[in-house]
Each structure stands twice: as structure tokens, then as C-alpha cells.
């Protein structure tokens, strides 16, 4: 059974910087394409990005240019670097692996963007 640990929220002004990590158990890490979604209250959850297991690269309009996603499959994890942080992108941030019958979720991380 596949599990997801993510690390590297907290609090940080707007303009602010920072990187999130998904930790990911078993071998099937380096075979699939990885997310990060978002979850903001009151709202449905949100693509933030995808990499595919040859490295292509996916983002949410609202991210572009802004946020990087990387993978290092040695390490099986995920990264999400976040710069000029927006209060908007105030939310918990999850990572997904996609599976059959059900894709694998990790609890989340909190990242709070400040005015």
C-alpha cells in the first residue's frame, strides 16, 4: 500500500517563498505522474500541478509562473516550490498518486500566506 507524507507549510507574508515535499512509500513512486491539489474552504479542491514520470510538467492557470513542480526518484519525492506567494493561495495542500480502485491521498500540509 502506497503512502504520502507532505512536509513544508506553515506561514509566510505575501511575496514569500516556499517548498513543499511529498514523501512517497513503495517502488511504483517512479512510474506515475504525481499532483499537488489544493483545498481552499468553501471551495472544491483545486489542480495546483502534475509531473509525469519522464519529468513533463502541468500547471493550474492560477500558478503559472509563479510555482514549480520536481521529482527526485531516488528520494521518491515530489516537490512544490512556491514563490511570490498570494493570500489567496492560502489552503492545504495535498499530494496524489494516482491508483486503482482509488487514488492515494496524503493528509496535507497547511500553508497560510499572510497580508
Known amino acids: 500500500q502506497v503512502q504520502l507524507v507532505e512536509s513544508g507549510g506553515g506561514l509566510v507574508q505575501a511575496g514569500g517563498s516556499l517548498r513543499l515535499s511529498c514523501v512517497a512509500s513503495?517502488?511504483?513512486?517512479?512510474?506515475?505522474?504525481m499532483g499537488w491539489y489544493r483545498q481552499c474552504p468553501g471551495k472544491q479542491r483545486e489542480l495546483v500541478a502534475t509531473?509525469?514520470?519522464?519529468?513533463?510538467?502541468n500547471y493550474g492557470d492560477s500558478v503559472k509562473g509563479r510555482f514549480t513542480i520536481s521529482r527526485d526518484n531516488a528520494k521518491n519525492t515530489v516537490y512544490l516550490q512556491m514563490n511570490s506567494l498570494k493570500p489567496e493561495d492560502t489552503a492545504v495542500y495535498l499530494c496524489?498518486?494516482?491508483?486503482?480502485?482509488?487514488?492515494?491521498w496524503g493528509q496535507g500540509t497547511q500553508v497560510t500566506v499572510s497580508y
Open positions: 513503495g517502488s511504483i513512486f517512479s512510474r506515475v505522474t
Open positions: 509531473i509525469t514520470s519522464g519529468g513533463s510538467t
Open positions: 496524489k498518486l494516482p491508483a486503482w480502485p482509488t487514488d492515494y
